[in-house]
């Protein structure tokens, strides 16, 4: 599904990846922990195609394809979806108006048919009813004046909808009480399939109770310096990253 | 010697004056007056307050203004939207072309009882008439001197009173094309009577390098209500001057909403007087520019005695090299206690070379009031066009999502339900034709 082999990017003249090499097959899921700075943002934003993150040397190859070439939205309609750690507020477009035009778009991008305004109604409420979206919080602007965890299961219900084939979740456990990490992984968990791979990143153990890894790895100066099982997690929340410093490794 | 510009309109007074309406009664020694002030301020230049970011004398230096030929046969109206925005809804629809009313065009009305429907040559001996071109709004002298070039010249326009009680049985679509190059001074004036109502449309398109010279006088009776939309997509090489003034007696509501999508240069102001009390009036406007367009949004409200409302919100996208500017005044006069008056005007940028300059003030000398002004300008987000982009949303979809977004709650000020929707699509479709 996605191959990244020796990737270095760049982001304001800084180098932050220094080498990154990451194997998902279809059904994984991955976590990526490290501290703050490690770099994993960036991989995020990389993945996504973010303007001002350049890659300098490497490769990415996400079903067969050369990711690099793509830009943001051709990626998008690729399959490759990013949650967002801060969602953004966008006044003045209701959350059904992003939601019908996203998807719309992606068909199109795809060749496929585009919904019209009954069909998706159907879609979305089918989608949003399990992760406790009312019709209420659809109508409002995309985020504008949501909860925290509103904004996450908002960002859930946008993965729901358009079925990406690799999810990537950036500090999706940030700002969460329990309870609301809780619905937000119940719904994350509900999309594992094995069509679909998921890179999960996060700074902290706590979300991987809810949405267990295959794999975890970890993410230090812009390198992997560690890669094991689920119980990797739990090691590391009992050592601290600073036992898997790059440069002590 | 007046200045160049200045004097040509001398001279267009002197080939005219005699045959303009109202030439054998009292309006014949006003219109001298009038021309005489006019010849003594000029043509407004940059170095006047009001005029700092709207160089008239400049622009109607490049332009033809003797006055534009009266066109009455076939005309071709400009291939685009705005020539047919309102199509779609009922109107009685009254056609100038040139600045001269076109019987061809517009449509045989048999008018509701209770409205009276003149050309301003009707009405010039009438004391009603006399009474709306007389009136005077002095505390923005240098604004308003541009008003004695109109009434020197006018020549044209429509005079709509509508008697106590009465409603306008739908809207009256005022169309204004302006279809060959050189001057036209139109003057419209509207009374409405207490407790009576309408709704009236303007539309000023065109296609020629035409110098359009507008006045609206309003006096709203007390409790009655106007609702006044004009959208603005004249040719790129036109020059749009207009001027509304509005007095509203007590209870009387105004709802006025101007949309800019074209024209070289245009200059659109609005004074409010309040002389009765628990008026409202609402000034709003949109406008989307690009090219070397420039348009100026001018604004002056005066509260003048207790309890009235005023609110003002304009929002523009500005593109390519093109300018905007709002000069918005709320001026409350001592002894106007319970002024609610609130400005707000805001900016986005969608090019480097794009330009706005905004001067909101507030004038206040009254202490028991509740007023509020702001400004901004700014750009399009990135973070929320990648937002939108990672969801699969082309970049230019994205940008005319969130021009829309940023322009949707002045729109939803229009004050009609399908002429907010044609708004809507122009601004849309205006987007749609970037490159």
């Known amino acids: 599904?996605?191959?990244?082999?020796?990737?270095?990017?760049?982001?304001?003249?800084?180098?932050?990846?220094?080498?990154?090499?990451?194997?998902?097959?279809?059904?994984?899921?991955?976590?990526?922990?490290?501290?703050?700075?490690?770099?994993?943002?960036?991989?995020?934003?990389?993945?996504?195609?973010?303007d001002g993150y350049e890659v300098t040397e490497g490769s990415i190859l996400f079903k067969g394809q050369n990711l690099l070439e793509m830009n943001v939205d051709e990626r998008a309609a690729a399959g490759v979806f990013l949650a967002f750690q801060y969602p953004l507020e966008i006044p003045g477009v209701t959350t059904m108006t992003f939601l019908k035009t996203a998807l719309n778009a992606q068909r199109k991008a795809r060749g496929e048919e585009e919904l019209d305004a009954v069909r998706f109604l159907k879609l979305v409420r089918e989608k949003a009813k399990p992760l406790n979206v009312s019709d209420d919080m659809l109508k409002r602007p995309l985020n504008v004046g949501y909860s925290g965890g509103e904004k996450k299961r908002a960002e859930v219900l946008q993965m729901s909808l358009l079925e990406p084939a690799l999810a990537i979740?950036?500090?999706?456990?940030?700002?969460?009480?329990?309870?609301?990490?809780?619905?937000?992984?119940?719904?994350?968990?509900?999309?594992?399939?094995?069509?679909?791979?998921?890179?999960?990143?996060?700074h902290y153990q706590r979300l991987l109770d809810y949405i267990v890894p295959d794999v975890v790895h970890v993410l230090s100066k812009g390198r992997i310096v560690k890669t094991g099982g689920k119980e990797l997690a739990l090691e590391l929340e009992k050592s601290g990253y600073a036992a898997f410093d790059a440069d002590a490794a | 010697m007046s200045e160049k510009t200045t004097q040509r309109f001398i001279d267009a007074y002197a080939v005219s004056h005699a045959n303009l309406p109202g030439a054998d009664g009292w309006l014949a020694p006003r219109r001298a007056a009038a021309l005489a002030a006019f010849a003594e301020a000029g043509v407004p230049h940059r170095r006047l307050e009001d005029w700092k970011y709207t160089d008239l004398r400049r622009a109607l230096e490049k332009v033809d203004i003797a006055a534009a030929p009266v066109?009455?046969?076939?005309?071709?109206?400009?291939?685009?939207?705005?020539?047919?925005?309102?199509?779609?809804?009922?109107?009685?629809?009254?056609?100038?072309?040139?600045?001269?009313?076109?019987?061809?065009?517009?449509?045989?009305?048999?008018?509701?009882?209770g409205v009276e429907r003149h050309s301003l040559a009707d009405v010039t001996h009438e004391q009603w008439a006399k009474g709306l071109i007389e009136r005077r709004f002095g505390q923005t002298k240098q604004a308003e001197d541009i008003v004695d070039l109109n009434t020197a010249l006018m020549a044209d326009g429509i005079a709509l009173r509508i008697r106590k009680g009465v409603s306008l049985d739908k809207p009256l679509h005022l169309v204004f094309v302006n279809a060959d190059d050189g001057a036209?001074?139109?003057?419209?004036?509207?009374?409405?009577?207490?407790?009576?109502?309408?709704?009236?449309?303007?539309?000023?398109?065109?296609n020629a390098a035409s110098f359009a010279d507008i006045v609206t006088d309003v006096a709203l009776g007390q409790g009655a209500k106007l609702r006044h939309l004009k959208l603005l997509d004249d040719a790129a090489e036109a020059i749009h001057l207009a001027t509304l003034r509005t007095t509203l007696a007590a209870r009387a509501h105004l709802e006025h909403f101007a949309l800019t999508i074209g024209t070289g240069l245009s200059r659109s102001q609005s004074f409010v007087a309040f002389t009765g009390e628990g008026a409202y009036a609402g000034i709003d406007g949109a406008y989307a520019l690009r090219g070397t367009q420039h348009a100026d949004h001018f604004c002056v409200t005066d509260h003048a005695v207790p309890n009235c409302t005023s609110h003002t919100l304009f929002k523009g996208v500005l593109d390519g090299a093109s300018e905007g500017v709002f000069q918005g005044k709320?001026?409350?006069?001592?002894?106007?206690?319970?002024?609610?008056?609130?400005?707000?005007?805001?900016?986005?940028?969608?090019?480097?070379?794009?330009?706005?300059n905004?001067?909101?003030?507030?004038?206040?000398?009254?202490?028991?009031?509740?007023?509020?002004?702001?400004?901004?300008?700014?750009?399009?987000?990135?973070?929320?066009?990648?937002y939108l982009r990672a969801r699969g949303i082309p970049e230019k979809e994205a940008r005319r999502l969130l021009v829309l977004a940023f322009l949707d709650d002045a729109l939803d000020r229009v004050p009609h339900e399908e002429a907010r929707t044609a708004m809507r699509d122009l601004v849309s479709h205006w987007f749609g034709e970037a490159a």
């Not at chain 1, 996605?2 to 932050?16: D, R, S």
């Not at chain 1, 456990?173 to 999960?200: F, Y």
């Not at chain 2, 909101?360 to 990648?386: M, R």
């Open chain 1, 1 to 50: 599904m996605l191959e990244i082999k020796n990737l270095h990017a760049k982001v304001e003249g800084k180098q932050i990846l220094n080498g990154i090499d990451l194997h998902i097959r279809a059904g994984e899921v991955h976590a990526i922990m490290g501290p703050n700075g490690s770099g994993k943002s960036t991989l995020s934003y990389v993945l996504a195609g973010r």
């Open chain 2, 184 to 206: 036209s001074h139109t003057r419209n004036l509207v009374l409405l009577e207490d407790e009576a109502s309408a709704t009236i449309f303007e539309s000023h398109i065109g």
């Open chain 2, 358 to 386: 905004a001067k909101p003030e507030l004038e206040i000398y009254a202490d028991d009031v509740q007023c509020a002004h702001g400004s901004t300008v700014g750009e399009l987000s990135h973070d929320a066009i990648f």
């Open chain 2, 71 to 113: 066109h009455q046969g076939a005309v071709v109206l400009p291939e685009r939207p705005s020539s047919s925005a309102f199509a779609g809804i009922d109107t009685h629809k009254i056609v100038f072309v040139n600045g001269r009313f076109h019987a061809g065009l517009s449509d045989t009305v048999k008018w509701p009882k």
């Open chain 1, 169 to 202: 979740l950036d500090e999706t456990d940030s700002g969460l009480d329990i309870d609301a990490l809780k619905t937000v992984a119940d719904g994350v968990n509900m999309l594992r399939s094995p069509e679909r791979a998921m890179i999960v990143i996060t």
């Open chain 2, 330 to 356: 709320v001026l409350v006069r001592r002894g106007a206690q319970k002024t609610d008056g609130r400005q707000m005007t805001q900016a986005l940028l969608l090019s480097r070379d794009a330009s706005m």
